[in-house]
């Protein structure tokens, strides 16, 4: 699916009819231009927000580094804040990347210049974004000389959702995370209960690099090959419901 094209059809027709009458206020919030809804005028106002500003880009990054202490003796300052905003040009997902990488490193925030942000492709929209998780893929793997616990695991996570353009529910995760290993990719899933699958989420939320989201088994009603006449179409009794399948190590969805 192109970047900007919404991926669900009944989402893109609510909102194309929304752009054509719509007596309150729909707010959508995305990183790329929803191609959907050009051509609608005045009636759809679309805001860029790529570049928090320099007071914004601050606080976000005090906010995230806690005990680094801004004003404290031998301490982090405002205008070495200000530095490291100016350097992402103050793209927000870096910013937010950036801040928990080194407080969950506990670097001192002074080596934020190692994620070498200067062979970012500013060509590329989130370039520096790019680098950052560069940065996480390295430390994870424990490739910098830093064994990570957990390390793989998260880094296989990030891999499998690499597979997905939306949520990835607990049965496709289970399909391929099931049976033999996957080399490559699931090897440091293998046998996992949902004790491990929750520290795993965990430290990856914590990071900022996934989200979990309630799930809800899919019903799907219809009628069985038992009860329909191949040749004219027609159905007999009443239409039955099959629940989806989940997984029993993963309750929820997860996406990143």
């Known amino acids: 699916v192109p970047a900007g094209k919404l991926t669900d059809p009944a989402i893109a027709a609510l909102l194309r009819s929304l ?3 719509n007596a ?98 500013g060509k590329i929209h989130g370039g520096h974004a790019f680098r950052m998780l560069g940065a996480y893929e390295r430390w994870l793997a424990g490739e910098d000389g ?5 390390g793989q695991r998260m880094l296989a996570v990030l891999r499998i959702l690499g597979l997905f353009d939306r949520a990835a529910d607990p049965g496709c ?18 046998g996992l209960d949902e004790g491990d699958w929750a520290e795993v989420l965990a430290d990856l939320e914590g990071l900022g690099l996934v989200s979990r989201e309630a799930w809800e088994p899919l019903r799907v009603e219809g009628f069985a090959k038992a009860q329909t006449n191949l040749r004219t179409g027609r159905t007999t009794g009443a239409p039955e419901v099959t629940v989806m399948p ?3 190590r993963l309750p929820v969805s997860l996406d990143a």
Request: net charge negative; aromatic share 6%; glycine share 12%.
């Open 24 to 121: 309150g206020l729909c707010v959508v919030t995305t990183r790329e231009t929803v191609e959907d809804l050009e051509g609608f005028g005045s009636c759809v106002p679309q805001r860029k927000l790529d570049r928090l500003s320099e007071d914004a880009g601050v606080e976000l990054l005090r906010s995230l580094l806690g005990n680094a202490g801004v004003g404290k003796p031998g301490a982090i300052t405002e205008p070495e804040l200000a530095e490291i905003w100016k350097a992402v040009d103050g793209h927000a997902l870096t910013l937010s990347l950036l801040g928990r990488y080194l407080h969950r490193r506990r670097w001192d925030v002074r080596r934020w210049r190692e994620v070498r942000f200067e062979h970012a492709d």
């Open 246 to 248: 989940g997984w029993s």
């Open 19 to 21: 752009a054509r009458t």
């Open 173 to 190: 995760i289970g399909a391929i995370c099931e049976g033999e290993a996957i080399e490559g990719l699931t090897e440091p899933l293998v």
């Open 146 to 150: 830093e064994a990570t616990p957990g």
